[in-house]
């Protein structure tokens, strides 16, 4: 089977439990290239878990996960290495290693996952730092940057490799509203220029409003909304409305 050139990520009916849990109930939706989706919905819904069925952390029961070209339910690692390359991952905790300086952080993936060259990893490293407002850091240890820095820090990790859609999981969590802003701002930079398809988990309404080009919701197992802004402020669903409008 064959899927649309311009689909970034698409669900097909995924269904997804713990035990007796039932965390996603037939989930459909799509995504398209350049593209940003926010995904709302209160505690223990099923969004993180959405975000680690992409990366195929996890398997889903029944349903298809694609992710660009390739259904990832049931690929081999040699198939999920090479589509976990056009995923870049802004985890909560940033995700960097602290005995490594922010320059040292950034080159390792580029090392390890490339044949580029050291001058080259080089320009890279410093684009994407300076992309993200950090272009005097370099030197610096994790632990010696704001929580509103080390998020800059973990999202300059998460594109270092240019990938084509990514994925982000509360980037603006424990951040003050204008540090929350700025983070929202570098994403829909992202999205404007490299055409980076995005999906953002979020509890942030004000942010997802300016952000997304479409919201899903999930509540209780289902996603009881997707659409724009515009259409779940509309939603029949109490809770979709409730929570785009908080
Ligand atoms: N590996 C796992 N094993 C068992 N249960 C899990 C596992 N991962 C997630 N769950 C359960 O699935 C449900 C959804 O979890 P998920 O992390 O996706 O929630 P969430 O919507 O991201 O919540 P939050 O907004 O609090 O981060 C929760 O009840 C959680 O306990």
């Known amino acids: 089977m064959t899927q649309s050139p311009s689909i970034a990520v698409e669900f097909k009916n995924v269904t997804k439990a713990f035990g007796e849990k039932r965390v996603l109930n037939s989930v459909s939706f799509r ?3 350049g593209q940003a989706l926010c995904l709302l919905g209160r ?49 909560q905790d940033a995700a960097l290693f602290d005995s ?3 320059y040292e952080n950034l080159s390792l993936p580029l090392q390890r996952l490339t044949k580029k060259p050291k001058d080259e990893i080089d ?19 994790p632990s010696a940057l704001s929580g509103g820095m080390k998020k800059r820090a973990g999202l300059a990790r998460a594109l270092v490799l240019e990938p084509k859609i990514l994925l982000a999981d509360e980037p603006s969590s424990g ?41 899903g919701v999930l509540d209780k197992g289902n996603l009881v ?11 029949e669903n109490d809770v979709a409305r409730r929570l785009i409008t908080e």
């Open 175 to 215: 951040l003050d509203r204008i540090t929350a802003s700025e983070i929202d701002e570098l994403l829909l930079r992202r999205k404007a220029e490299h055409g980076t398809a995005l999906i953002v988990v979020t509890h942030d309404i004000h942010g997802a409003r300016r952000v997304a080009d479409r919201v």
């Open 225 to 235: 909304a997707f659409g724009s802004v515009a259409q779940v402020t509309e939603s």
């Open 31 to 33: 995504i398209e290239q």
């Open 43 to 91: 505690s223990g819904t099923g969004k993180s878990v959405t975000l680690k069925l992409i990366m195929a952390l996890m398997r889903p029961d029944s349903g298809q996960v694609w992710v660009d070209q390739d259904n990832v339910v049931g690929m081999n690692e040699h198939g999920l290495s090479k589509v976990r390359k056009k995923l870049g991952y802004l985890f």
């Open 100 to 102: 490594l300086t922010l």
């Open 123 to 141: 320009d890279v490293v410093h684009r994407v730092l300076s992309d993200v407002g950090l272009g005097a850091d370099g030197a610096k240890y």
